[in-house]
C-alpha cells in the first residue's frame, strides 16, 4: 500500500489505519533523516558512527524559532504536519516540534527545496481563500476542512515533499530541530543508545566468542 493511500484511510472516519499502523510502516525513514542531505550532516553522522555513544543523546536541540516561515506560514505548515500525523493517545507531529525541523532544512541541507514549499503555501492559501470564505488560512480550517484541503493536493509534489518532511521530523535526531524530546524514537521503540542486541550484543558475550574464535576478545 503506497503511503498516500495510508494517509487517505487515516483520515477518514472510520480510522482504518491508526496512527500506530501509518509510523510502523514508514518508521525506517528516520535512518535517512538522521543525514537529511547535506555534506556537513554527513560528516557528522560519519563522527558519531565512529563514537555513537557519545553523539546520540548529549547533542543539545537548536532553539524552536523560525528563521525561514513567517509566523503565518508556519502556522499552516504545523497545521498541515499534525493532520499527517495527528496528536491522539501520543504525541503527534506538533509535539515533536516538527515545523522547526522543516524550518531549519529549508535554511541548510534542504535549500533546493524552498521554491517548492513556499510555492505550495501559496497555491495553498489561495485554495483556501477560494474554497472557504473567510478564511485565509489553512491553520484557520477545522480538522474536517483541513482534511478535504490535502486530499485535494495529495498527488502534488509540495504535499509529497511536506509528508516525507514531517515523517523525518518525527523521527530524525533532536540535533536537527524535530523530534523533540524524542518523542518520535519513543513512539516506534526505538532507543536513543547504541544498539545493544543481536547482532551487537550477541557478538560481546564471551561464550559467543568463545563459539566463533575459540577464545574471548
Known amino acids: 500500500m503506497a503511503l498516500s493511500d495510508v494517509y487517505s484511510r487515516m483520515t477518514t472516519h472510520d480510522h482504518t489505519v491508526s496512527r500506530r499502523d501509518f509510523m510502523s510502516g514508514v518508521a525506517a525513514v528516520w535512518l535517512t533523516a538522521a543525514i537529511a542531505c547535506s555534506k556537513e550532516s554527513a560528516r557528522d553522522e560519519v563522527k558519531s558512527a565512529a563514537n555513537p555513544l557519545g553523539t546520540m543523546t548529549d547533542t543539545p536541540a537548536p532553539a ?66 477560494n474554497t472557504f470564505p473567510g478564511k485565509t488560512t489553512f491553520a484557520a480550517l477545522t480538522a474536517e476542512q483541513q482534511d478535504l484541503t490535502l486530499r485535494s493536493m495529495e498527488k502534488t509534489p509540495f504535499f509529497g515533499a511536506m509528508r516525507f518532511a514531517t515523517i523525518a521530523g518525527f523521527l530524525s535526531l533532536p540535533k536537527y530541530g524535530g523530534n523533540r524530546d524524542f518523542v518520535g524514537w519513543k ?13 551487537f550484543g550477541w557478538y560481546d558475550r564471551p561464550e559467543n566468542q568463545m563459539t566463533l574464535l575459540g577464545r574471548v576478545l
Open 64 to 129: 524552536q524559532t523560525l528563521t525561514h516561515f513567517s509566523v503565518a506560514q508556519g502556522a499552516d505548515i504545523d497545521a498541515i504536519a499534525s493532520r499527517i500525523i495527528p496528536t491522539d493517545d501520543a504525541p503527534g507531529a506538533k509535539e515533536a516540534g516538527v515545523v522547526y525541523f522543516i524550518d531549519r532544512m529549508l535554511g541548510a541541507a534542504a535549500k533546493e527545496q524552498v521554491p517548492l514549499f513556499d510555492g505550495g503555501l501559496v497555491a495553498l492559501s489561495k485554495y483556501v481563500t
Open 187 to 199: 513512539f516506534i521503540g526505538q532507543e536513543h543508545t547504541m544498539e545493544q542486541k543481536p547482532p
